[in-house]
């Protein structure tokens, strides 16, 4: 089949998030054909190039994101903007388009800055039709009028968030909104919906392939949304984080250029967008349950949800997993990206607590700053605090001081690859306070090493009883933990063999390829034949196996897409009202039935799409 795969500044692109797993689905799945619609996140990411892709992918369509708005307004100086706004195309609104424009927009608008009544289900109050017909209506006057770029940052458009934002039910923060923050958020808007200008809503596109796999929800699900729309394709979402979540942490958490309202608005359109995608969805896909539980808080249906995790390269590990060595047994290992959300300066105090203990224990950091000033000032900030805590040691008065805590990267003659950071430790520590999936966790059970990481995101879920767990930004338990492990030689040994195997079995590649696989044929043999024409060959004749054997079954899921099914014929039996239909006439569909829902029973959180039993004890 042929798979559309929506990726937002990832594949096909060098740098960028998913960009390894997608290469390793694609590659993993030479049975399938794949297109690819991406987008990217600036001119850099651009630099960098492509990776080198493999024969499956068919083609590749990308659209920039960071560009600024192509042309200028005519007749700016101008009152009315919006009549004479014009598109890509240079085709000016008509009087019709100019209302269209206005009243989609402005049910958009209302939509994301009228929250629902508090008690209201996701997904479930009237904002979520309002903002389905705004995005819906926008999309189909972008496609017919070559694109809205202008038009989302016009005049009108600050009139019209202005208005939305003093309507009754607003919060208040989104009432104290100032014009310079309707300009903020509607740029970003602008921004956000670049997706539905662009030129891929055709047959020979998105309307040629028989699933889109969105990679990511938000922008990168928004052509999903739309070839569903046009053509009825099927859409698939994966997430291994939220994209609504982290809009949320870097709200909160970082300095931004906007103020609140800005936020409030930003975060109101993201919550309406990503509860449109997962209603829309035929399958949802998340990494985790801690995934998982913040797509059911923003309306996914339990039902259409399926935890498959993203599988991993285990082979890598093999050498230092299989070699039986306890690694360094005072040694505690931390690897990872230099940065705040990781608390390196909690770890520090901890190991203080660890030194007083077992005064032979030594901490080995692994890892390299984030990009960035900030990244450097944390990294120094975490060195000064080692050199304070930690003077250098002398066995003597003649001897060289050593420090007990060391910062090292990977890549040097002592530790040439990740597995041998690993493999120096005879405990692997985790300090974080912010983790969406783990990696680095996953990849020392790959080691057969012990664990003693923090309570957040799906640690908890990951670890499943193999390791052991304590409160986030609580030195006193971290080094507790650690203590008990590095006293206990045969329990560290039980609990890396236990870890190795729950990794081997769940967070594999082979284990995610199998589930994507299967997801792949579920979905297609639950879908209407949309193309008629991929059923004969250019003489006509029907082709062998085209059509499948469910087919010739009678049941609304064989029924073609409304765009095949020809106009009720006046005369006939269905279109009349009153009049019964000849014996073994089949009924034509309902007009406006909606199109049928893939649904399946909920399953036990924490198991992966193709493991049957439960994911192991202690999982959340």
Known sequence: MRIGLLTDGGYPYATGESRLWCDRLVRGLPQHEFDLFALSRSAHQEDQGWVRLPHQVSRVRTAPLWTPEDGTLRGS????????????????YGRRDRRRFTDRLAALATAVCTPDEAGTVAGAGPGTELFAEGLYGLAELARERGGLHLALRSETTVRILEAASRARGT????????????????????????????????QESLGAVDLCHAASGGAAALPGLLAKRFFGVPLLVTEH??????????ASD??????????????GFHGRLATEVYRQAALVTPGNTHVRRWQQRCGADPAKQRTVYPGMAAERFGPVGEDGDAGGP????????????????????????????EPDARLRIFGAPAPGEEG???????????AQLFPDEAPGAHAEGVSPVTFEEIGGPEVPDLAEAYGAGGVIVLSSVVEGFPVSLVEAMFCGRATVSTDVGAVVEVIGGTGLVVPPRNPKALAD???????DPERRARLGAAARARALELFTVEQNLAAFRGIYLELISHTPVRREADTVDAHGDPLPFATPPEARLLGHWTQPGAHLRPPPDPESPAAVPGRAAAPGTRLQDRPGEP?????????PEGVCAAVAGPAGDGDA
């Open 241 to 250: 984080g939220v994209p609504l979540r982290a809009h949320f942490l870097a």
């Open 77 to 92: 100086g101008e009152r009315g903007l919006l009549a004479r706004l014009v598109t890509g195309g240079e085709q000016s």
């Open 330 to 357: 005072d040694t505690l290992v931390w690897v990872g990206r230099i940065e705040p959300a990781k608390d390196l300066i909690a770890l520090l105090h901890a190991f203080a607590e660890i030194r007083r203990a």
């Open 171 to 202: 919060g208040r923060t989104v009432r104290s909104a100032t014009v310079p923050d309707h300009l903020a958020f509607a740029a970003e808007l602008e921004r956000a919906l670049r997706p539905l200008s662009l030129d891929w809503y055709d």
């Open 376 to 386: 450097a000032a944390h990294l120094a900030h975490c060195r000064a605090l080692a």
């Open 481 to 487: 933990a650690c203590v008990a492990l590095l006293r």
């Open 254 to 267: 970082t300095p931004t250029p906007y103020g609140a309202p800005v936020r409030a608005l930003l975060a």
């Open 595 to 603: 199109e049928p829902q893939h649904t399946r029973e909920p399953e």
